[in-house]
Nanobody
């Protein structure tokens, strides 16, 4: 249902663009988000987007560095990550909840997604 790609190893200050391809229904049916989990740490929401109207929510860790976007034509959600830091290291997951949920509720982990991808590893070296 959800497949992420685009992770990798990058030096501090570098950039990566993650992709999340959603199969099945069109993006407008979902609120989608990127989450990450570092070893030994709790999962955290990074950026979320309404698949219908494109409204967004960014966690403090993402503001000014990460940009979430969507492409309805390819049913893909992206996360452009710039100025990466070692503390951004972790497994990045894409998740979707059926429309009607708020982007902030999804990103703040106040609601459980209906679907999760398997994740893509991002490693930022210092």
């Amino acid at each position: 249902q959800i497949v992420e790609s685009g992770g990798g190893l990058v030096q501090s200050g570098g950039s990566l663009k993650l992709s999340c391809v959603v199969s099945g229904r069109q993006l407008e049916w979902y609120v989608l988000g990127w989450f990450r989990q570092a070893p030994g740490k709790k999962r955290e929401g990074v950026s979320c987007i309404n698949g219908d109207d494109g409204s967004r929510y960014d966690a403090d860790s993402a503001k000014d560095r990460f940009t979430i976007s969507r492409d309805p034509a390819t049913n893909t959600v992206y996360l452009q990550m710039n100025n990466l830091k070692p503390e951004d290291t972790g497994v990045y997951y894409c998740a979707a909840v059926y429309r009607g949920a708020s982007v902030s509720a999804l990103c703040e982990d106040r609601i459980e997604p209906n679907y999760w991808g398997r994740g893509t590893q991002v490693t930022v070296s210092s």
